[in-house]
């Protein structure tokens, strides 16, 4: 009698977790919806330290992967426009992690830098001098003015969907 009833609870919690699991996933769909909220919230922000950088011509992508703990990639590019009138480029990829849209990594390129970023940490090269600056954006005296920096801190919580 008791092994029926162990075996009885074992069923009912296998159902219960099963569901969980399935009530748990996302589409693509919703993923991509998701994705195009964070998009729309980036192509209003402005940045640089004239607080006039903004984002034009952002596109993005969106594919399944064969992880079942990351289900989803994400790619975001988009052309940088400043103030010296020059187009630069953003590329940016996410990753759907535990249900949240994760910031994995990315690039800023301009005229006369590249900044390399992954999660937090950052690698600005630039034409005029030899030595990278490299730092983390959530360090206090990081005064920084990125874009990235702004979808990392200000859109997302220190790289993860709100």
Not at 65 to 93: E, H, N
Not at 113 to 124: I, K, R, V
Not at 125 to 135: E, L, N
Request: aromatic share 8%; charged share 30%.
């Amino acid at each position: 009698m008791r092994r029926r009833q162990s075996l009885g609870l074992v069923a009912v919690l296998a159902c219960g977790m099963l569901a969980a699991g399935a009530a748990g996933k996302v589409s693509e769909a919703e993923a991509r919806n998701r994705l195009i909220k964070i998009i729309e919230q980036l192509e209003k922000t402005r940045f640089c330290q004239s607080g006039r950088c903004r984002y034009t011509d952002v596109r993005f992508q969106v594919s399944q992967t064969d992880r079942a703990d990351r289900p989803f990639k994400g790619l975001i590019r988009a052309g940088i426009v400043r103030p010296s009138q020059t187009l630069d480029k953003a590329r940016y990829q996410l990753e759907f992690i535990g249900g949240r849209w994760q910031l994995m990594g990315g690039t800023e390129s301009t005229d006369v830098n590249e900044a390399l970023y992954t999660g937090d940490n950052y690698e600005f090269t630039s034409a005029y001098g030899r030595t990278p600056v490299r730092g983390k954006l959530t360090d206090p005296t990081n005064d920084l003015e990125t874009g990235y920096k702004r979808l990392y801190l200000k859109i997302l919580d220190k790289g993860r969907e709100r």
